[in-house]
């Protein structure tokens, strides 16, 4: 079984910049959640979806945006870059809510802001 | 608030040693605790889950307990390998509508030869 996959890797934009990160489930899981992860913050909650819908928010500007497709792939978007945006970007499946079954992290993308 | 806290920040012991890392939680209502190992570079595996009702979960030379009395966990690490070092990562789910993870911020193991 294939595991969660994220794409690009690599990502290098400037300050005002727009970026979309994809994120693709282990097959059969419904929930995707995303989390930005830097040395100070350690890990920090963006949002989950659940069979397309948003289930929950954590504390980031509204800049932080996402969505599921009906095939349970993710993308999340940041407009207006900044350079605190720096930080590896994680994206989690589940076959349920995160909250009570077990997730599987994706490698990240390492987003780097100039 | 809604806190989960580590200790030690980072810990380095000798090859085939044991160690316990710690995680204190204010998390509440509890749903569920977790450890992760996130190796360098690469995103978290999950190592445990625990619920209120269980104490200790083991998997392979990790043994995690809970006090739920107390809003203690920890880890235990038996016979460590170079290939444990680490970060390793607590996380807290509230039994509440809507909710998120909690995150600690994690305990960086480095195990020497």
């Known amino acids: 079984k294939a595991g969660v996959t994220q794409t690009p890797r690599y990502l290098i934009k400037t300050r005002g910049q727009q970026v979309t990160l994809s994120c693709s489930p282990i097959?059969?899981?419904?929930?995707v959640s995303w989390y930005q992860q830097t040395p100070g913050q350690g890990l920090q909650f963006l949002f989950e979806?659940?069979?397309?819908?948003?289930?929950n928010k954590g504390n980031f500007p509204g800049r932080f945006s996402g969505r599921q497709f009906s095939n349970s792939r993710s993308e999340m978007n940041v407009s207006t870059l900044e350079l605190g945006d720096s930080a590896l970007y994680l994206c989690?499946?589940?076959?349920?809510?995160?909250?009570?079954?077990?997730?599987?992290f994706g490698p990240g993308t390492r987003l780097t802001v100039l | 608030k809604n806190q989960v806290e580590q200790s030690p920040q980072s810990l380095i012991i000798l090859e085939g040693k044991n160690c316990t890392l710690q995680?204190?939680?204010?998390?509440?209502?509890?749903?569920?605790l977790r450890w992760y190992k996130q190796d360098t570079g690469r995103g978290p595996v999950s190592l445990t889950i625990?619920?209120?009702?269980?104490n200790t979960k083991s998997n392979g030379r990790y043994t995690a307990t809970l006090d739920a009395d107390t809003k203690q966990s920890s880890l235990h690490i038996t016979a460590s390998q170079l290939s444990d070092s680490a970060s390793y990562i607590c996380?807290?789910?509230?039994?509440?509508?809507?909710?998120?993870?909690?995150f600690g911020k994690g305990t960086t193991l480095s195990v020497s030869s």
């Open positions: 989690a499946s589940s076959w349920g809510g995160s909250d009570y079954n077990e997730q599987f």
């Open positions: 995680c204190n939680y204010t998390v509440s209502p509890f749903s569920n």
């Open positions: 097959s059969g899981h419904r929930s």
């Open positions: 979806y659940f069979s397309e819908t948003q289930r």
């Open positions: 625990m619920t209120f009702s269980e």
């Open positions: 996380v807290v789910s509230a039994k509440q509508a809507g909710t998120a993870l909690i």
